[in-house]
Structures are given as C-alpha cells and as structure tokens.
C-alpha cells in the first residue's frame, strides 16, 4: 500500500472518530487529566474515595494533632507536619516503605500535605500521593469522617 492511500484512509478514520458526540472527546479529556494528576502525585476526590472503599491506601493527615483529634477521613494516621520528626518512627514501624500512602489537609490552599508527602518520599517511601481537596472536600462530600 503506497503512502496516499493510508494517509487518506488514517484521515478518513480521524475524521469519522471526531464525528462522534462531543462528549467522547471530553470523556478523553477527563480521563487524561485525571491519569495526569495522578502521575503527578496527586489523587482528586474520586480517586480518593476509590483508594479508601478498597482499602488500599494508608490515608495520612498532616494537620496539627489536635485537628486531628477533632476530625479526620476515618482510619487515618496522624503524621502533622509540625511533629513530623517526633511522628515517623512509630509511623515507619507501623507502615512499610512499599505502602501506598494518600497524605492531605484541611483543603487545596493548605501546604502541609504536600510538605508531609515530600518527607515521606525523602524517608524512603515511594507510592505517596497528595489529596488536595483535603478534609473540606471529603465531608462536604459526606464521606466518613471520625474523632
């Protein structure tokens, strides 16, 4: 097959594909912002609440000890940032390095989670990931919370 007849026919098949309901194309979209986030080290809401239902995930929160106390995502681990150093050794004996770890805060304009996952990465661990919506987002969403 010479090169004017596939060109046309891979054109005629792009064509045919984005003729398709706009919705295919942001469904793409989506899901390639998504995959971008995550490689990026950071888990949205859904991916969040996936990680938790399947148990999969240790979820961290890197708030003081006393929001901690008074609320946080159901289950998880007090690592705050201000006690980090006192924290981690009781944390590293409880969780392997090979843990896949879900740090967050209070929400998006808080940088303690990220501070936090950066310390755990710098510690030796290598499946970190940020939640940025933070312990806003996940009540406001009306998933489990406790303390």
């Known amino acids: ?3 004017k007849p596939l060109r046309r026919t891979l054109v005629a098949s792009l064509l045919l594909l984005s003729s398709f309901s706009p919705a295919l194309s942001q ?3 989506g ?3 998504a995959l ?3 490689e990026s080290g950071q888990v949205d809401l859904s991916a969040a609440k996936a ?3 399947s148990r999969s995930a240790c979820f961290v929160d890197s708030r003081s000890e006393y929001a901690y106390y008074t609320s946080h995502i159901k289950g998880a681990i007090s690592l705050s940032e201000s006690r980090f150093d006192e924290q981690f050794p009781d944390f590293r004996q ?3 390095i090979e843990t896949l770890i879900v740090v967050y805060c209070v929400g998006p304009s808080c940088p303690k989670a990220r501070h936090v996952a950066e310390k755990l990465k710098k510690n030796g661990y290598r499946n970190v990931k940020v939640f ?3 312990l806003v987002e996940w009540s406001h969403a009306g998933f489990p919370i406790e303390g």
């Open 1 to 3: 097959m010479s090169g």
């Open 27 to 29: 469904l793409h979209a």
């Open 31 to 33: 899901e390639s912002a």
């Open 36 to 38: 971008a986030k995550e």
């Open 51 to 53: 990680l938790f239902d």
């Open 94 to 96: 409880k969780k392997s």
């Open 132 to 134: 940025s919506g933070g």
